[in-house]
C-alpha cells in the first residue's frame, strides 16, 4: 500500500503539470475565478476569453475544451460535452464527446487507472476520447483524427493515454480478468506490447519506464524487451543515460550506504565514479545529485516516476563525470529546462541558471518547468496577498500573469 501510494502521488504531480504547460505553441491554459479556463499569450495578454468549464493545453494547433460542466476544481467535470478549438478559439470539432468516467479512490490499481488517462490531447495526430457506448449507457475510449472521425475503438481498453513515438499505453480489461493491465498499441489499434504492466508511461527516445506486476520500476524497448535487469531503475534514460541502483540485496536495516545512485550508459557501464543518493534527470549537460542524506520518509520528485526513500541532505548539479558543477546546498532540485532549473532552499522555490545564477529569489510554493520561455508557478509569502495563487513567470523572473481571486 505504501510503495502504491506514492507512486500514485508521482504521477498525478506529473498529470498536474501536463494541463497547465503548453509544448508547441504560445498559448496557455489559465483558469480564471476557479470557474472558467481560457488561454493567454506569452506576456500574459487574453487571447481566448474565459468561457470553458475545463480545457486542456493546446496541442498539434487544438486544445480540448468542456462545454457545460459543473465546475470540480482542477478536476474534469464529469458531464458537460467536450469538442477541439482552433488557436482563434473557434470550433473545428463540435462538442460531442464525454468526459472520462471516474472511479473511487487511489487506493487500488483499477481506480487509479482511470484517472491516469491523457484524454483531449491530440499528439501524431491522434487524441483519445470518450464516446458513447453501444448500449447507450456508458461511454468507452476512442481515437480521434483531426476531423473528429474515430480511427480506433476497442470495447476493451478502460483508460487511455495519448500517443509517443508510435505507440500509446492503454489500460485494458475485460470481463475475465481480475484486474486490468496496461499495454500499448499502435496507430492502427495493434496491440504492440500485450498488458501486463501496473502503471503507465509513456515512450521517451525509444525506451520506457513501467511498473511490472511484482512493483519493479523497469526499463522496456518498443518490443517489450526488459533492458538492465541487473539494476533498479530509478528514471527515464535521456540521450542515453539514466539513473540506477544495485538489486535489493539483503535486509532493510543493512543497505546503508550500499544504495547509492548510478548514472549508467544503456549498456549497463557506469558513467561516473562517484556514487551520489540520488540523481535526476539531464538536462543542459547537468543532472540534479543529491548527498549526504539518511534513510527516512519516501520522498517524491515530480519530474519522473521517482520515489527515495532518503530524507535530507542537500542537492547539486553534476556533470557526465560525476563532478558537482554547482555545489550541493539546496533542500531540492529539479532538471535543467530551457537553461533554468527549480532550486529549493528555506521551504520555498526559486530558479537558477546553468552557471549557478539565481534568476529568482527563493519566493514560490512550488515551481514548475519552463516551457517556450515562461514557467508556471504557485507563488509565496513574499506576494501578500497573492500568496497561494497559481501564476506564470518570464526567463527574467518577471510574473506575467496571476490567478484571479476565486470567488
Not at 467535470?77 to 472520462?100: A, C, Q, R, V
Not at 473511487?104 to 495526430?125: K, R, T, V
Not at 500499448?184 to 515512450?203: C, D, H, Q, T, W
Not at 535486509?251 to 561516473?272: C, F, Q, W, Y
Request: proline share 5%.
Amino acid at each position: 500500500m505504501r510503495f502504491l501510494l506514492v507512486l500514485l502521488i508521482s504521477l498525478s504531480v506529473l498529470g498536474c503539470r501536463n494541463r497547465f504547460t503548453q509544448t508547441d505553441s504560445e498559448i496557455y491554459l489559465v483558469k480564471w475565478n476557479e470557474r472558467q479556463f481560457g488561454f493567454m499569450d506569452s506576456r500574459g495578454n487574453e487571447v481566448i476569453a474565459p468561457q470553458y468549464s475545463f480545457a486542456m493545453p493546446f496541442s498539434e494547433g487544438l486544445a480540448g475544451v468542456n462545454i457545460g460542466g459543473n465546475f470540480r476544481k482542477r478536476k474534469m467535470p464529469t458531464d458537460g460535452k467536450w469538442g477541439f478549438i482552433n488557436l482563434k478559439g473557434e470550433f473545428i470539432i463540435n462538442p460531442k464527446f464525454y468526459s472520462p468516467p471516474v472511479f473511487g479512490g487511489f487506493y487500488n490499481p483499477d481506480s487509479f487507472a482511470y484517472a491516469a488517462h491523457q484524454a483531449y490531447l491530440f499528439s501524431e495526430g491522434l487524441a483519445a476520447v470518450c464516446v458513447e457506448s453501444n448500449n447507450s449507457r456508458s461511454s468507452e475510449w476512442a481515437y480521434i483524427n483531426k476531423k473528429g472521425e474515430i480511427k480506433i475503438r476497442k470495447a476493451e481498453i478502460r483508460s487511455a493515454r495519448a500517443f509517443n513515438e508510435g505507440l500509446a499505453n492503454v489500460y485494458i480489461k475485460t470481463k475475465d480478468m481480475r484486474r486490468g493491465l496496461w499495454g500499448y498499441i499502435n496507430s492502427y489499434g495493434e496491440m504492440v506490447i500485450e498488458p501486463r504492466f501496473l502503471f503507465p508511461a509513456n515512450f521517451r527516445q525509444g525506451f520506457a519506464l513501467v511498473v511490472n506486476q511484482k512493483g519493479e520500476k523497469i526499463l522496456i524497448d518498443k518490443k517489450g524487451f526488459r533492458y538492465l535487469p541487473q539494476y533498479q531503475i530509478l528514471t527515464h534514460f535521456i540521450n542515453g543515460y539514466g539513473t540506477v541502483r544495485p538489486k535489493w540485496i539483503g535486509e532493510a536495516s543493512n543497505i546503508g550506504d550500499n544504495r547509492k545512485t548510478l548514472l549508467v550508459n544503456i549498456h549497463g557501464a557506469p558513467m561516473t565514479e562517484s556514487e551520489f543518493d540520488w540523481v535526476g534527470m539531464y538536462g543542459s549537460g547537468l543532472a540534479p545529485a543529491l548527498v549526504g542524506s539518511k534513510i527516512g520518509n519516501p520522498v517524491v520528485y515530480p519530474q519522473t516516476l521517482s520515489t527515495t526513500a532518503e530524507a535530507g541532505g542537500k542537492w547539486g548539479y553534476i556533470n557526465l563525470k560525476g563532478h558537482f558543477i554547482i555545489n550541493p546546498q539546496y533542500e531540492n532540485a529539479r532538471g535543467f529546462r530551457e537553461g533554468f532549473a527549480a532550486v529549493k532552499s528555506g521551504g520555498l522555490w526559486g530558479y537558477i541558471r546553468e552557471n549557478g545564477s539565481m534568476i529568482t529569489e527563493h519566493e514560490f510554493r512550488w515551481a514548475g518547468f519552463f516551457e517556450n520561455g515562461i514557467s508556471p508557478v504557485r507563488l509565496g509569502p513574499i506576494h501578500g496577498d497573492y500568496d497561494g495563487r497559481f501564476a506564470y513567470i518570464d526567463n527574467d523572473g518577471d510574473v506575467i500573469w496571476i490567478e484571479p481571486e476565486h470567488l
